[in-house]
């Protein structure tokens, strides 16, 4: 059997890969860092508009705080833009599996399909239906609501306290563009921009 290992970007649906693959019975691991594929060892790449990527981590650990808003914000980008040279060295990769978060929230069940796909794994409709409920939105924010902070985690589920910060939504960014100060905004988009043009995002 294959084995997996769940990379990518950070607030992109990781977790909720994780937990689909690790249900299905596969040997996983979960990491953020670049990771080089095999053909026994795929790699499941999460993908996600970076804006939002930065407005998930903002709300996270500054929302509440005392920290900065607009020099957090700045910092939360400078750290994910890293990850645009590791989202394109997966796209060259014939074992990697990119999933966007926007495709994975808006039909869950296609996504589901596409990993049995590639890791070459039938499952009954019921199953099926089972494991997709387990890992749902829904679910998942309950047991993040259980916890207080993000340092809590239950290591079976990989879930962690405030975990789902923006509730999923997708377009999170306009959100908090619409308290930042201008110049902030403006920063964020222009850094934003080769990468969204690349995956094929919208720019503002």
Known sequence: MKTAIVSGMECAGSTAIWQMIQQLGVDVSKEHGYTASNENRIVFATLRDIRDVVTSLWRRECLGTKND???YALGCMKYVEARFHQMRYYEMDANAEIIRYESFMSNPEGTFDRICQRLEIEVSPTRR???IA???L???KERADSMKEFSEWNRDNLIH????STGGK???WN???ATLNPETVETIEEKSREFLLHFGYETN
């Open 129 to 131: 239906r089972r494991i």
């Open 161 to 164: 306290g405030n975990h789902i």
């Open 175 to 177: 959100d908090l563009a």
């Open 138 to 140: 829904e679910k998942n």
């Open 134 to 136: 387990y890992c749902s």
């Open 170 to 172: 997708i377009g999170s």
């Open 69 to 71: 808003p607009d020099n």
